[in-house]
Every structure is written in C-alpha cells, then in structure tokens.
C-alpha cells in the first residue's frame, strides 16, 4: 500500500493496471483502493496548495511539550 502511495505521489502518469493488481494480491478491495488513492491525492493536491500559494507552518507546529 505504501509504495502504491508513493508510486502516486511521486510518479502518477506511471500508474498502471499492474499496481492496482498488487494491492489486489494483499487483500484490499475495489473500496480500499478508492481509499488508499483518495487520501494519497487529497494529501499531495493540499501540500500542492499550501506550497503555491506560500502558507507556512505554524510556529508552533512540531514543538514538543515537556
């Protein structure tokens, strides 16, 4: 599932019928698939957002407490 994610992330005109296939061989369904490619292309299209239009994070973000 992960490097079918990354595979989507990185390289999306590389996709083809064959990956679908591998997720297949481990058990997900057609529904998990929806998901997994979902949540991949929702994650890489609000980075893509984010980084266009210049947001940074925020001070606070990634701040460990005590």
């Not at 369904?29 to 292309?41: G, M, R, T």
Request: hydrophobic fraction near 45%; charge should be negative.
């Amino acid at each position: 599932m992960l490097d079918f994610a990354a595979k989507l992330t990185r390289t999306p005109q590389r996709m083809e019928a064959a990956d679908i296939e591998a997720l297949r061989s481990h058990g997900f369904d057609d529904l998990a698939i929806h998901d997994i490619v979902v949540v991949a292309s929702y994650y890489a299209f609000v980075n893509r957002v984010a980084d266009g239009l210049g947001v940074e994070l925020e001070p606070t973000w990634g701040a460990q407490k005590p």
